[in-house]
């Protein structure tokens, strides 16, 4: 049975930092390309950050590039999204996913095989 199970989610102050994982059980991780996904409430769920199997590439929404940074550890089957410099409007329940790439796209949450249940992000002005 595959599990995706994030942490790390919370309540903080706009400026500061969280750091989110994603821990995947009973799939071959290495085979799979992970993203992250968030869900505003009264809004459609978006891509934020996908990342090969290998780290050998990534890519990040425009609205959080240069504030949050996706990275995986094959050895611990986890996948992180490290989130810096947050605002108000980062509020959001956010998801990790797994995608066998090929012929795959990223950026469409239909593609992605596994969803974790999701994870509670709080920012306070």
């Known amino acids: 049975q595959v599990q995706l199970v994030e942490s790390g989610g919370g309540l903080v102050q706009a400026g500061g930092s969280l750091r989110l994982s994603c821990a995947a059980s009973?799939?071959?991780?290495?085979?799979?390309?992970m993203g992250w996904f968030r869900q505003a409430p009264g809004k459609e769920r978006a891509f934020l950050a996908a990342?090969?199997?290998?780290?050998?590439?990534?890519n990040l929404a425009d609205s959080v590039k240069g504030r949050f940074t996706i990275s995986r550890d094959n050895a611990k089957n986890t996948v992180y999204l490290q989130m810096n410099s947050l605002k108000p409007e980062d509020t959001a329940v956010y998801s990790c996913?797994?995608?066998?790439?090929?012929?795959?796209?990223?950026?469409?949450?239909?593609?992605?095989?596994?969803w974790g249940q999701g994870t509670q992000v709080t920012v306070s002005s």
């Open positions: 996913a797994a995608i066998r790439r090929y012929g795959r796209s990223w950026y469409n949450q239909r593609d992605y095989d596994y």
């Open positions: 009973g799939l071959p991780f290495n085979s799979y390309d």
């Open positions: 990342i090969s199997w290998n780290s050998g590439s990534t």
